[in-house]
């Protein structure tokens, strides 16, 4: 396949010539001859990296669903209960969810994701079952972790632990853990019993950690000095770490040097509505590795967003306060690249030998597709144009 006249990052018009799910060639515009049947007017799009999607529930989301009335009073444990008590009876299977979630995700060009699937002695498996036949469905166009996720608590819920031993068993491809403080009560039960199965397993961690100030220090502290014990540097990411942005003199600086020497990732989604949050600046200056998500997306939680990850970075952009254009290349890189490295993804270039997996977006530079995000894009995947418009193709 040729795809003529698209914006190169580099600022040069190019065609590109695509074989056997690589680039094989790249050229300038004009250069490389269109077949008949095999030939793309790139129409001067800019060329942009796979978008990753590296915090996710898949199993949760509504999308496709008639409204559900939100009557949930606000509380962590709360919301965790309203979703475990009715999410079946309100018509979320988590095969078909995690499908449509999917689906949706490949039309913005969303081509990798983590998503955590809860696993509770109320629904056992059965949620990570659904999660894992879409996955199977869809492993010739997305790249799928799936992250074992005792939300409900682990060591406070008598039979969890059993379950993650097994979900693992199963195919779950990381240990997830959620507040071990505040939540189950019990931090150092919690922690010793996460990182007890990633030892027996062999598998990575990712830990949400939404607890507040030294609450959250607290815990950190804890996930960092086992991930150095135990040799997992680089096998160990935390969710959300809103501790990171306590304004409190003195207690984030050390944190982030400490974060950086055991190469522990913070996946950051930019959730509007909270008060502290990972600077990415911050996070970025110390050294820190660093990517996004969605998170929620329709769901029992919230009635808000898309599974766009050019939406969403521009929603960390502004909440980041990111007003250059070299800020907003920066999201737009965690977004990409470096949610890719923390997939364990193939670098991208946009050169030859590259993987034929990008996006065509109109636009004139990365920065401006992330403050004012295209609707008009072209999904490529193994070189096949996959989804257009932000609607996935029949393929």
Request: aromatic share 4%; hydrophobic share 40%; glycine share 8%.
């Amino acid at each position: 396949m040729t795809i003529q006249n698209v914006r190169h990052p580099d600022c040069s018009c190019a065609d590109l010539f695509l074989e056997d799910g690589r680039i094989q060639q790249v050229g300038p515009a004009g250069s490389l001859a269109a077949g008949t049947e095999s030939s793309i007017d790139g129409d001067g799009y800019l060329l942009l990296p796979p978008l990753c999607d590296c915090h996710a529930h898949l199993d949760k989301t509504t999308l496709g669903l008639d409204w559900i009335k939100n009557e949930v009073k606000p509380g962590l444990v709360n919301l965790i209960a309203n979703e475990r008590e009715h999410r079946i009876a309100w018509g979320l299977d988590p095969y078909r969810q995690a499908v449509r979630h999917i689906r949706s995700s490949l039309g913005y060009g969303v081509l990798a994701m983590r998503s955590h699937i809860d696993v509770d002695t109320q629904h056992g498996l059965s949620l990570l079952e659904g999660a894992l036949a879409a996955r199977e469905e869809y492993k010739d166009l997305f790249h799928l972790q799936l992250v074992a996720f005792p939300q409900s608590g682990l060591v406070s819920r008598p039979g969890t632990y059993e379950l993650m031993d097994q979900a693992l068993a199963m195919g779950a491809d990381l240990v997830g853990g959620v507040d071990p403080s505040a939540l189950d009560r019990d931090s150092k039960g919690c922690l010793d019993a996460i990182f007890a199965l990633a030892q027996k397993h062999g598998k990575p961690v990712d830990i949400h950690l939404h607890e507040p100030a030294e609450l959250g220090a607290y815990d950190m502290e804890e996930i960092i000095q086992r991930t150095e014990a135990l040799g997992m540097q680089g096998k160990v990411a935390i969710s959300h770490a809103f501790c990171l942005g306590a304004p409190i003199p003195g207690l984030v600086p050390p944190l982030l040097e400490k974060l950086a020497r055991a190469d522990i990732t913070i996946i950051t989604c930019g959730q509007p509505q909270l008060a502290t949050f990972p600077h990415i600046q911050e996070l970025a200056a110390a050294g820190v590795k660093t990517a996004c998500g969605n998170d929620n997306i329709q769901d029992l939680w919230s009635h808000f967003g898309t599974p766009d990850m050019l939406q969403r970075a521009s929603l960390i952009a502004m909440k980041n306060l990111c007003r250059n254009d070299s800020e907003l290349d920066l999201v737009l890189d965690l977004c990409t690249r470096s949610g890719a490295q923390l997939l364990g993804l193939e670098s991208w270039e946009p050169l030859p030998g590259g993987p034929a997996d990008f996006l065509l977006v109109k636009g004139s530079c990365p920065a401006q597709c992330v403050a004012q995000p295209p609707v008009e894009r072209m999904v490529f995947r193994r070189g096949c144009l996959i989804a257009k418009d932000c609607r996935l193709l029949d393929c």
